[in-house]
């Protein structure tokens, strides 16, 4: 992508009222939404965050498929994202938001259980050991999920990473936490969820042209 169409993109993006792009000071020292994201949606409808959201296809796909849910997309890359966003503007999609902001900070963006659940779409999988603690499913981020998820809530991987895959398993496993559903192959295999098959990323046509499984968890963190 152009460094034109960057900017060009950028300056939509603050047109745009379903974008926040608040800086880190900003979040990290009392964000206003904190906790009050009902004043944000006009309404107590359940809030689902898509993390690492990129062009925001599961957040935008989510919405029109659950219009009495409220979604949020989070992404660093608002160039990424602006695409979801145009279309939610375009699509007059009122559940839809987005905020430009690091992952990592979820704690500061959400009050405790505000949270409905948690979608990780295509994450890096971050495969060298000392890349350990940049995996979106690691503890640390898991104890960050439990802060904000209401103790039904969930939370949903899925990845063409057949590492993180395991990796994740494993991880669930060793601290006890329970999982749901698991699929290893989930065009091939049955049972996936709707939304699972239903919404595919921009990535994911490209990793099944390459013939390549896809893999999906829904896990609890409480």
Not at 46 to 54: D, H, K, Y
Not at 161 to 166: D, K, Q, R, W
Not at 195 to 217: A, H, S
């Amino acid at each position: 992508m152009g460094s034109k169409n960057k900017l060009k993109r950028f300056q939509e993006n603050e047109t745009f009222s379903n974008v926040i792009q608040p800086t880190r000071d900003e979040v990290v020292n009392g964000f206003p939404l904190k906790g009050k994201w009902n004043t944000h949606f006009k309404n107590d409808n359940p809030i689902v965050l898509e993390l690492g959201c990129g062009k925001g296809e599961y957040t935008v796909g989510l919405a029109k498929k659950f219009p009495n849910k409220n979604f949020i997309g989070i992404d660093i890359k608002g160039a990424r994202f602006w695409k979801g966003a145009k279309e939610a503007v375009e699509g007059d999609l009122p559940n839809v938001c987005f905020i430009r902001t690091q992952i990592e900070l979820v704690d500061h963006l959400f009050g405790k259980e505000e949270v409905s659940e948690i979608w990780i779409t295509f994450p890096d999988p971050q495969i060298k050991y000392k890349r350990t603690k940049h995996r979106m499913t690691n503890a640390t981020f898991l104890e960050r999920y439990k802060q904000v998820l209401k103790p039904e809530g969930t939370v949903n991987l899925k990845t063409d990473s057949e590492f993180m895959h395991g990796y994740t398993l494993g991880l669930l496993h060793g601290l006890g936490l329970e999982v749901l559903y698991a699929n290893h192959d989930v065009y091939k295999n049955e049972g996936s969820p709707k939304e699972v098959l239903e919404i595919q990323t921009f990535y994911e046509n490209q990793y099944l042209e390459k013939g390549k499984p896809i893999t999906f968890i829904r896990f609890k963190v409480n």
